[in-house]
C-alpha cells in the first residue's frame, strides 16, 4: 500500500506541477457560465427554475468526464513515451498501479472541480458544507467510473494511437451530448431520451443536481442514479483492473 | 533463475521458441545475440512486463507469471532505451526509483550522490531528462540499478550510445554488483562487452539457445583454437596454401589477395613451419598477427551466421 501511494504522490506531483493548466480551465469554466449559461438561462429559466445552477452543475459534470479522460489518455501517453514499461517494473501489483492512476485522477478532478463548485454554490447562494461535500462525492463515483471506462478502453491504443483518439472523440460527443448534462431527461424528445439513459453523466449530473437540492421533477430517481453511477464505477474499474492484469503488456519487443 | 520451454509468440512470430536456460546465483550471464534475437523479449518475461505464451519462468525460486510482484522486488532492469521521465531531473528519479524499493531513507541520499558521481551524472543532476546526452540517460538507466542492488540484476545493452571511457565505467559497476552478490544477466550484441563481463555466455539466435558456456570453452569449441593472420609482400599463390596445407596438424587456411588466415590448434607449433615453407617457396612474410578467435568467430561457428551485418 505504501508503494501504490508512493507511485500515486509521484503522479500528483506532476499535475501539481501543471498549475497553468488548471488555471486556465477554471478560468474557461468562469468564462462559460458567465456568458454562456446566463444567457441560457435567461432563455429557458420560464420552464426550467435556477437553469443557471443546472447548467453550472452540467459543465462541473463534464469537467468531471474530462479529467476520466485524462487519466486515460496519461495512461496511454505512459505507453508510448516507454513509461509504462518502467512503472510494470516496479514491485506493485497490476491492481495496485491501477489504483495509482485512479488517485491521480481523483486528484485531477477534485483540483479542477472544487473551485468551480465552490463558485457555482455561492453564485446561486446554495454554498453549504455539506452540499459541497454530497456533490464531490457524486462526481468522484461518477469520475472512477469515466476513468474505469478510458482505462478499459486503452488496451486500442496498444494497437493505434490514432484509433484510440478517434474512438475517444466519439466516444466523447455521444457520451456528453447524449446526456442530461444540459437538458433534463423530461425535456428531451422520445427519439433523443432513450438514448440518454445509457450516458453515466445522465446520472452523474442528475444525482450531483439531486444532492445539491435541486428540484426532483427535472431529475431521474435519485437512488437508480446512485446505484447506477456505483455501479459503473465498479464494473468498469474492475474490468480495467483485469484488462491491466490480464492484457495490456508494457512493450513489444524482439 | 530458470526458464523451461519458454515460448513468446507475436502474431505469427516467434520471439523465443522453446527456450531452457539457467542462471547461477552470483554469475554475469551475457546473453550474445543480433538484433530480433528474443533478447530483449526473453528479459521483458523475467521481469514480468511481458507474459509468455507458454513454458514457464523462475527467478530466485517465484514463478514470473503466478507472483509477478514478488519477483520484480528481487529484481531490477536497466532497460534497452532508457525510459523518460522527461521533465523530471535525474536526481528526483533515483528518488522516486529509490523509495519503490524501500531503499533506507537515511542512507538515500548519499547512496544517490555516491552512484551519480561514479557515473559521471552528478554536474547533470538538475538537468531535464530530456536534456540528458544518450549515453547521460543510459547511465541513468544504470544508476537506478547501481542504488537498488537486487539480488537480480538485468542489463539490456546497457552500453549503446555510451562513449568508450562511459562503457569501461559501467562495466566496472555491473561488476563491481556481482561482487557485492547480485546474479546478473546482460543482453548485448557487442562483443567486447561480452567478453569484458561474462562468467557465462549463451548464444541466442532466432529466439533458440544454441550454446551457453564460459568463454574459453566456447572459443575451445572451434575447431583449431588460435587465429594466424599473415601478410605478404606478394598476392598468396594457390602453390603457397597447398605447401601449408601438407605442414600437417589441425589448419584450416583461407587467402584473399595478399593476406592468409589460418585457424590453427596451436600457433607456437606451426609458425615456424609456416615462416620455413614460405621462405623455401620465396613468399616474403611481411606481418605476423596471432590471435585468440573472438565472440564473433564463436558466433559464426555456431549459427552459421555474423552476429553483426557486415556493410
Known amino acids: 500500500m505504501n508503494r501504490v501511494l508512493t507511485l500515486a504522490a509521484y503522479n500528483v506531483r506532476i499535475l501539481l506541477s501543471e498549475r497553468t493548466w488548471f488555471v486556465l480551465a477554471w478560468a474557461l469554466f468562469g468564462l462559460q457560465i458567465a456568458v454562456y449559461g446566463s444567457l441560457m438561462s435567461k432563455l429557458v429559466s420560464t420552464t426550467v427554475p435556477n437553469y443557471l445552477f443546472f447548467y453550472g452543475v452540467g459543465l462541473m ?31 506493485v501489483s497490476r ?33 453549504t458544507v455539506q452540499g459541497a461535500v454530497f456533490a464531490l462525492i457524486s462526481m468522484f463515483l461518477l469520475g472512477l467510473g469515466i476513468t474505469g471506462i478510458m482505462v478499459s478502453m486503452s488496451f486500442i491504443a496498444f494497437k493505434s494511437v490514432d484509433i484510440y483518439s478517434a474512438f475517444l472523440a466519439g466516444l466523447s460527443a455521444l457520451i456528453v451530448r447524449f ?12 427519439f433523443y431520451s432513450p438514448i440518454s439513459v445509457f450516458s453515466p453523466l445522465t446520472y452523474g449530473a442528475d444525482l450531483t443536481r439531486w444532492v445539491l437540492g435541486f428540484d426532483s421533477n427535472f431529475l431521474i430517481n435519485p437512488i437508480f442514479a446512485a446505484a447506477v453511477v456505483t455501479g459503473v464505477a465498479v464494473g468498469t474499474l474492475s474490468l480495467s483492473a483485469r484488462i491491466v492484469d490480464k492484457v495490456i503488456e508494457g512493450v513489444k519487443a524482439a | 533463475m ?171 559497476k555491473i561488476r563491481e554488483l556481482r561482487d557485492q552478490g547480485s546474479t546478473i544477466i546482460v543482453a548485448t550484441n557487442e562483443v567486447r562487452e561480452a567478453e569484458y563481463l561474462a562468467d557465462r555466455v549463451t548464444i541466442l539466435h532466432q529466439g533458440q539457445r544454441i550454446v551457453c558456456d564460459t568463454i574459453p570453452k566456447l572459443k575451445d569449441a572451434i575447431a583449431g583454437g588460435d587465429i594466424v593472420e599473415v601478410d605478404f609482400e606478394d598476392p598468396v599463390s594457390r602453390k603457397l596454401v597447398d605447401d601449408l596445407n601438407g605442414l600437417g596438424g589441425d589448419v ?27 621462405y623455401i617457396a620465396g613468399a ?9 578467435p573472438s565472440l564473433d568467430d564463436v558466433f559464426l561457428h555456431f549459427t552459421g551466421k555474423a552476429l553483426v551485418d557486415q556493410p
Open chain 1, 61 to 91: 459534470v463534464i469537467t468531471v468526464f474530462d479529467s476520466g479522460a485524462d487519466v486515460g489518455r496519461h495512461f496511454v501517453e505512459h505507453a508510448h513515451e516507454g513509461e509504462l514499461p518502467y512503472f510494470l517494473s516496479l514491485p
Open chain 1, 95 to 127: 491492481g495496485g498501479f491501477l489504483a495509482a492512476q485512479a488517485i491521480y485522477g481523483v486528484a485531477n478532478t477534485m483540483i479542477k472541480v472544487l473551485p468551480p463548485l465552490i463558485g457555482v454554490l455561492w453564485f446561486v447562494g446554495d454554498l
Open chain 1, 179 to 190: 446526456s442530461t448534462v444540459f437538458y433534463p431527461l423530461i425535456f428531451m424528445p422520445s
Open chain 2, 2 to 172: 530458470e526458464t523451461l520451454d519458454l515460448s513468446k509468440r507475436y502474431g505469427k512470430t516467434d520471439a523465443l521458441r522453446g527456450l531452457n536456460f539457467t542462471v547461477n546465483e552470483g554469475e554475469i550471464m551475457v546473453i550474445l545475440g543480433p538484433n530480433g534475437s528474443g533478447k530483449t523479449t526473453l528479459l521483458m518475461i523475467l521481469c514480468t512486463i511481458l507474459k509468455p505464451t507458454s513454458g514457464t519462468a523462475k527467478v530466485v525460486g517465484i514463478d514470473v507469471v503466478e507472483e509477478g510482484t514478488k519477483v520484480r522486488e528481487v529484481m531490477g532492469i536497466a532497460f534497452q532505451e532508457a525510459r523518460g521521465f522527461w521533465r523530471h531531473k535525474p536526481s528526483s528519479i533515483l528518488r522516486f526509483h529509490a523509495s519503490m524499493f524501500d531503499i533506507d531513507p537515511a542512507k538515500r541520499q548519499d547512496l544517490i550522490e555516491r552512484t551519480m558521481k561514479d557515473l559521471e551524472l552528478w554536474e547533470s543532476r538538475d538537468k531535464m531528462f530530456m536534456h540528458l546526452s544518450g549515453g547521460q540517460a543510459k547511465r541513468l538507466e544504470t544508476a537506478k540499478v547501481l542504488i537498488q542492488q537486487p539480488k537480480l540484476a538485468i542489463f539490456d545493452e546497457p552500453t549503446s550510445q555510451v562513449d568508450l571511457r562511459g562503457k569501461r565505467k559501467i562495466w566496472d
Open chain 2, 252 to 278: 584450416s587456411l583461407s587467402s584473399e589477395g595478399n593476406q592468409l588466415r589460418a585457424k590453427v590448434s596451436r600457433a607456437e607449433d606451426w609458425v615456424p613451419k609456416m615462416t620455413s615453407a614460405s
Open chain 2, 284 to 292: 616474403k612474410i611481411a606481418s605476423i598477427r596471432i590471435t585468440e
